[in-house]
């Protein structure tokens, strides 16, 4: 697909990313752009940097999500990074996860916008009812929600053993590391590993921490599905 026709602020690297999903991309970066601020959703800071800093961002975790996977956005909020991810990757089958019906009202406008097949779901990973009417998951993504040691807790019991739980993190994310890994380990996961998407598209890539969910009783980390390997 060419870039003709796509608006003039697109970046080349979405028609990578989104393929012939790119309208759609762009259509959500509108709805962003033209009601996140008043909705409480992104900061006015955020405004001109929706592209890089937000959509694209979110969307290049896909490399650390097998084709096919049944996926948990926690704590989806403005979308992010579960609709750019779903956009990017049609093969998955989405949830977003949000406890706010302000936000859940958003989600759901988004999804009817774009006509993107997701499924929105109110409420909060530590709820043991919410547990129990989302199931598992292969994978478990969350942007920006907590610190790590609180994100295990939250999202592991959500993940299927040998899924795994995909965390966008900034500069911090070796501190963090260090810091919760016992945290994690109590809550089931294994050895964290610190890694970038999109390093062949983006100025900046992304940072995540991806941790696997152990095998019940297994002393060792999982040989099932190493972090680092990437989708195809």
């Known amino acids: ?9 697109t970046p080349a690297a979405a028609v990578a990313v989104f393929g012939d999903r790119v309208r759609q991309a762009e259509r959500y970066v509108e709805l962003l752009r033209r009601h996140g601020v008043e909705r409480g959703l992104i900061g006015p800071r955020e405004v001109d940097r929706l592209w890089d800093r937000h959509v694209l961002n979110s969307a290049v975790i896909g490399e650390e999500v097998p084709r096919d996977a049944r996926v948990i956005d926690v704590g989806s909020g403005a979308g992010l990074p579960g609709v750019p991810l779903a956009l990017s990757r049609p093969d998955l089958a989405m949830v977003l996860l949000e406890p706010m019906a302000r936000r859940v009202d958003w989600l759901t406008e988004v999804a009817e916008t774009l006509a993107l097949a997701v499924d929105i779901e109110r409420g909060r990973a530590e709820e043991k009812r ?31 053993p040998g899924g795994r739980l995909v965390a966008l993190k900034g500069a911090s994310a070796a501190d963090e590391i260090e810091r919760d890994r016992g945290a994690i380990r109590k809550a089931g996961g294994g050895e964290p590993t610190l890694t970038t998407c999109g390093e062949d598209l983006l100025e900046t890539p992304t940072t995540v921490v991806v941790i696997e ?13 190493r972090p680092g390997s990437r989708a195809r």
């Not at 969910?213 to 599905?225: T, V």
């Open 213 to 225: 969910r152990e095998e019940p009783g297994k002393a060792g980390p999982s040989s099932r599905w």
């Open 1 to 9: 697909m060419g870039l003709e026709g796509l608006e003039s602020t």
């Open 130 to 160: 919410v547990r129990a009417r989302l199931g598992l998951a292969d994978v478990v993504i969350a942007r920006a929600v907590a610190p790590l040691a609180r994100l295990a807790a939250w999202c592991l019991p959500l993940v299927r």
